[in-house]
């Protein structure tokens, strides 16, 4: 299981073609039960690696070419069938590709085929998935988070070194966190959502998972170019996120919000979380008290403002325009009701209710609208904190990944574990997961444990370093589940 960075060196001294790399790779999804790939397709695969090949023959000096990626089902994908991870879509084939493929192609990266997701990107543990739960390498009894759990388990069971994610809530800094690697949500607007099948449009953002922070800047170099096509796509000059990777982090201040560090915290992720920060201590950091009143107030927010653009969102998918359609109807309106009853699960159906209650006549003022002004005093809340400090840390979830099913009839439960990375979302700033240990106890001793760091619009490259300085320090993201 060797990073990009290994990877792409073996492949530039020949020591390892792509087409070999890829083969090897496929091998390995072939005989895993993870359950982590719902789609592969070994000749286009193939067929990429070859082009990689010759690339590389041609002395093309990439730092991406020949590396095999996969991506999250959200992002429609040319040759392998889009799904959201819905029986509404399955068997949908994309005549295009998204942004972000699109761009991983032109790096020259090989594509191994489509990962399981939360069906429609909603949920905290891929347990929500037409396709069936996602099963954590680390232990196979406990779920590797949500939504982008087939992309987490992937990375961490070796299936892939690279995969594509979606945070909308932290659906990529929780899967990295319970599956114990390196993943990145940008801020919004970085990454471009064209091609991305939509849950909430104001705060989907795409991002990369990988084993180490330099992996996940390699990877964010390829993924931020500006794109027209999605009008929530910032206009800025190309960035190398890897240029601060060498930076001391004397002086640098960590802001530790006590709201992050209350009573619903396991006591063995606090104790991880705590170690971590004496690390960064003695990188030359300083510990900062910071305060971000308004985070118990992040789940009621988002839990009004996701729901309400879901509905809004997957309304298209009626039987006529999009998705599955029922075989039995007797009239249009029959056929909508039964076609969205089939195709949609119990999640997407319970937050397309609650969308469409709060966006109702009577009920938008009381709700959608004021979720909205929580939402700038949560994104004030930040601002205010980093008059402090340089960069905010904390855990990602309050416990380590929980078992398969034991949530399954308390949604509410599965909620309140992105009480941690929620604000984030809403507030639109770049945040990160990082390994930093694991939890206690015969059952949790094998179960990761993730630090978030938060920093402010646009400083993706400069909290990059801060997590590959703790790489370079500690061994956390070195080590590998058993996997069989």
Same mark, same amino acid.
Request: charged share 20%; with cysteine; proline share 5%.
């Given at each position: 299981?060797?990073?990009?960075? =290994? ?7 020949? =020591?390892? @073609?792509? &087409?070999?790399?890829? =083969? ?15 789609? *592969? ?34 992002? !429609? ?30 790096? $020259? ?14 949920? @905290? ?20 988070? $949500? ?17 594509? $994610? ?25 990454? +471009? ?7 909430? +449009? ?29 009008? &929530?796509? /910032?206009? @800025? ?35 991880? /979380? ?21 985070? +118990? ?14 509905s809004s969102n997957l309304s298209r998918f009626d039987g006529v325009r999009y998705g599955h359609r029922a075989k039995d109807y007797t009239d ?55 008059? @402090? ?10 416990? !380590? ?10 949604? *509410? ?72």
């Open positions: 299981m060797q990073t990009l960075k =290994q990877l792409s060196a073996l492949l530039k001294s020949k =020591q390892l @073609s792509a &087409t070999e790399l890829a =083969q090897s790779y496929l091998d390995r999804i072939t005989s895993s039960d993870l359950n982590a790939f719902i789609n *592969v397709n070994p000749e286009q695969t193939l067929a990429q690696a070859k082009q990689a090949d010759a690339r590389l023959a041609r002395g093309d000096a990439g730092e991406l070419i020949g590396l095999p990626i996969a991506h999250k089902d959200i992002f !429609v994908t040319c040759g392998w069938p889009s799904t959201a991870g819905s029986k509404m879509l399955s068997g949908y084939n994309s005549p295009f590709d998204a942004s972000v493929v699109e761009q991983f192609r032109t790096a $020259g990266m090989v594509t191994l085929g489509k990962l399981n997701c939360d069906e429609f990107a909603m949920g @905290s543990s891929n347990e929500n998935s037409f396709f069936g739960p996602v099963k954590n390498p680390w232990d196979k009894a406990a779920v590797p988070g $949500g939504s982008s759990g087939g992309s987490g388990a992937a990375v961490a069971g070796g299936l892939t070194p690279a995969a594509t $994610g979606t945070d909308t809530g932290g659906s990529i800094r929780q899967p990295a966190a319970l599956c114990g690697i390196t993943g990145i949500k940008p801020t919004y607007g970085r990454v +471009s959502r064209y091609g991305m099948i939509a849950f909430a +449009s104001s705060l989907d953002q795409g991002g990369p998972m990988a084993w180490t922070a330099e992996d996940c800047a390699l990877l964010l170099n390829a993924m931020t170019a500006y794109d027209p096509r999605d009008a &929530t796509c /910032i206009e @800025s000059d190309a960035e190398d996120f890897t240029r601060h990777l060498g930076d001391s982090l004397k002086g640098l201040k960590i802001g530790i919000p006590k709201e992050y560090f209350g009573d619903g915290l396991a006591a063995d992720v606090r104790a991880a /979380i705590e170690a971590a920060l004496k690390d960064y201590e003695k990188l030359g950091a300083t510990l900062v008290d910071v305060s971000l009143p308004k985070t +118990s107030m992040s789940i009621p927010a988002y839990y009004v403002i996701a729901p309400a653009e879901a249009l309106s029959d056929m909508y009701r039964k076609s969205r009853a089939e195709g949609f699960g119990d999640e997407v159906k319970r937050r397309i209710l609650i969308g469409a209650y709060v966006l109702s006549h009577g009920y938008y003022d009381a709700y959608y609208l004021q979720a909205q002004k929580i939402r700038r005093l949560i994104a004030n809340d930040f601002q205010d904190a980093f008059k @402090s400090c340089d960069v905010i840390m904390g855990p990602v979830a309050p416990t !380590v990944a929980w078992d398969l099913g034991s949530k399954a009839n308390d949604p *509410v439960a599965n909620y309140l574990a992105d009480i941690y990375t929620l604000s984030t979302s809403l507030a639109g700033l770049p945040g990160m997961s990082i390994p930093c240990g694991f939890g206690q106890g015969e059952k949790n001793a094998h179960r990761p444990v993730g630090l978030q760091l938060i920093g402010n619009y646009f400083n993706e490259a400069k909290l990059l370093n801060v997590a590959h300085q703790f790489q370079l320090a500690t061994d956390w993201h070195s080590r590998r589940p058993a996997v069989e």
